[in-house]
């Protein structure tokens, strides 16, 4: 099976006046379709900036990056947008949605540059929105959902366009608990139909609900192992208590 | 990105600012407005010349004596005694592209009624002379050729001076009036002509046959003016050409010899005037133009604001597929549909404005389609122009960096 990422050698290098700063130091890895990754590491270890090189926001100052056997290094940045566009979904832990602009708009977004007609973009945004349970609130402005509710959104920004990898930046990190759950268990669902999913995180449960952990230190990759007690979300859920959502 | 999907996301993101927003318009608006009543003032001042000079009569000739010398002393223009009747007479029979001619022997006066009395000029002419001068009669009727071979003393009396002499009620027709010594009956009034290009009082006049005031007031046959009509504006030129001819060869002057009259038309005036409006108009467009060009920075300045304050903004849209160029045509059709609004607005209200001078401030306006449709390229370059800057900035910003930012 060809792999969907397959980084070698990577190195991204900060300059600060006469330090240099090797934020990745010679990184190699292989995604392969299907994969759910969790990428681990205290905060320096280089993993925000190893999504970044992934999700193609940034560049690396040496080595191979080949998406779908492509090389990336080599595109120009309407490429890369086009890129981004067509095959990758992102999630940020601070949502990053436009603020007064509703759920619906926002989702829409990717979609509007893509030259797909208005009634088409409505059925895939509709359904985007079906599948994190936010139909009822797509005309909500981000300050009108909760923050569980704001991600959601974000979800369904990052797959209306059918992407073939989701890169989610610490989604969990600003929610609580069974919010957390709730999100892991959507991302569960999507890489069962396919999706690869690629997450960084620092809580070792979230890690955990993955298949695949990575940690990553000082810039290098530690280590990589499988999970062997795997959670499932949807399992853990009916162990959480149930809170009711606070809408704020 | 689809141009309907566009120009929806540019009015949305100017309408989460719409003070500034309008704030940013009102630059292109005061510009645009100025602009279009600027030029219509310009435009309007410079019908009203042409109007007050074709009142005066377009094809209108006056032949003046020069001036006179004595002991080497030039007098002034006008006074030499070498104009007579008998050169207006003369040029009525020779020259063929003038239609009317009169001459015009004046002297200022005491006039009085009753026990009114006020001073002005009394001026002997031909019945021709209120079609050359496109003199209008109010009441009453002007004097005839009978009335010229008779010395009547008759005579038609201009709007300031019944002004002077009778009350708003009273008519003048049939009172006689005591022109120096002698009495005259007023048999006519004439229309306001209000004043001359120069300033000049034209309604401070009365008029007489030519024969009554030579004979019986001045006795002297030098005339201080000839009036010539020519056929149309078009003829001027050559009528003032035979004209010369004429009368050089009237007075019997030597090749050699310099003209003994001066020949003027309205033409030389029109083309002064004309300049000297259109120099206010460029100088007044010029005035205007700067405060569109002030305007356009503003434009930019917000632009600019925006562009940062948006900077996040425009990471997400770079992150979920938009190119440099989605970013830079966004922000492009921002300002330029800002600069739109803007214009648009300018133009109502420049129209109306120009209006309302018109209507209450006393000057002719006239809007040009030219000036409308100037200002509204100008208006779309500005926000084209001053958008170019902030929105290449934004296309060019890195995803990441755009991200990140705070």
């Known amino acids: ?248 | 990105m689809l141009i309907k999907s566009s120009v929806k996301v540019a009015f949305k993101a100017l309408g989460k600012n719409r003070f500034r927003s309008f704030l940013t318009m009102l630059g292109i608006i005061i510009g645009v407005v100025s602009v279009i009543v600027m030029e219509a003032i310009g435009n309007g001042s410079s019908a009203d010349v042409n109007t007050r000079i074709s009142s005066l009569g377009t094809n209108l000739i006056t032949i003046s004596p020069v001036s006179a010398r004595s002991f080497g002393v030039s007098q002034e223009s006008g006074t030499a005694p070498s104009l007579k009747k008998e050169d207006a007479d003369i040029l009525i029979s020779e020259v063929s592209s003038i239609t009317a001619v009169s001459p015009l022997v004046r002297t200022t006066v005491q006039m009085k009624i009753g026990n009114k009395n006020v001073r002005s000029s009394i001026s002997g002419v031909y019945p021709e002379y209120f079609a050359i001068r496109d003199l209008e009669i109010e009441t009453g009727s002007i004097f005839t050729k009978a009335n010229e071979k008779k010395f009547d003393k008759v005579c038609i009396i201009g709007k300031t001076v019944q002004n002077n002499l009778f009350s708003s009620v009273q008519d003048p027709i049939g009172s006689t009036i005591r022109i120096g010594t002698i009495p005259f009956l007023i048999i006519g009034t004439l229309k306001s002509k209000g004043t001359s290009g120069g300033g000049q009082d034209q309604d401070d006049i009365v008029l007489a046959p030519y024969s009554t005031v030579q004979n019986r007031m001045l006795g002297s046959e030098n005339i201080q003016q000839i009036y010539a009509s020519a056929e149309s504006e078009d003829v001027v030129n050559t009528a003032v050409t035979e004209i010369e001819r004429t009368l050089r060869n009237k007075h019997q002057l030597l090749p050699s010899s310099p003209n003994d009259f001066t020949i003027s038309t309205q033409l030389d005036l029109r083309q002064t005037l004309n300049t000297v409006v259109n120099t206010i108009t460029i100088l007044l467009s010029a005035v205007a133009a700067i405060s569109l060009l002030v305007g356009g920075i503003g434009i930019m300045n917000i632009m600019l604001v925006s562009v940062t304050e948006r900077t996040r903004e425009i990471g997400i849209r770079m992150a979920v597929g938009a190119t440099g160029f989605d970013v830079q045509f966004q922000l492009l059709l921002e300002a330029v549909v800002l600069s739109l609004i803007g214009g648009i607005t300018g133009i109502i209200l420049g129209l109306t404005t120009a209006y309302l001078v018109s209507a209450f401030g006393g000057f002719t306006t006239i809007v040009s389609v030219e000036s409308i449709i100037l200002s509204f390229v100008v208006s779309t370059l500005i926000g084209i122009f001053f958008g170019w800057y902030p929105s290449r900035k934004a296309a060019n910003l890195n995803p990441i960096d755009a991200l990140r930012y705070e």
């Open chain 1, 1 to 248: 099976m060809e792999a969907v990422i397959s980084v070698k050698n990577l190195f991204k290098i900060y300059k600060m006046g006469s330090q240099t700063l090797a934020a990745l130091n010679d990184v190699s890895m292989d995604v392969f379709p299907g994969e759910y990754i969790a990428i681990m590491g205290s905060s320096g270890s280089g993993k925000s900036t190893f999504m970044n090189i992934l999700g193609c926001l940034d560049v690396p100052t040496r080595g191979e990056y080949l998406f779908n056997g492509e090389s990336v290094i080599s595109k120009s940045k309407i490429q890369l947008a086009h890129l981004r566009r067509d095959n990758i979904g992102f999630v940020f832990q601070s949502f990053n949605l436009l603020s007064r602009t509703t759920a619906y708009d926002n989702v829409e977004l990717p979609l509007l540059y893509c030259n797909i007609p208005a009634s088409d973009r409505k059925i895939k945004v509709e359904k985007a929105l079906i599948s994190v349970g936010l139909k009822d609130r797509m005309n909500n402005t981000p300050s009108m959902l909760s923050g569980g509710q704001q991600q959601r959104v974000a979800i369904a920004r990052a797959i209306v366009n059918n992407p073939k990898m989701i890169l989610a930046d610490e989604p969990t990190g600003n929610l609580d608990t069974r919010t957390s759950m709730e999100i892991i268990q959507i991302f569960q669902l999507l890489n069962d139909e396919g999706i690869t999913v690629v997450m960084v995180t620092h809580e070792d449960d979230i890690a955990r609900t993955s298949k695949r952990k990575v940690v990553f230190r000082d810039g290098k990759m530690h280590k990589s192992e499988d999970t062997n007690d795997r959670l499932i979300a949807t399992e853990q859920l009916k162990l959480l208590p149930k809170l009711e959502e606070v809408i704020i």
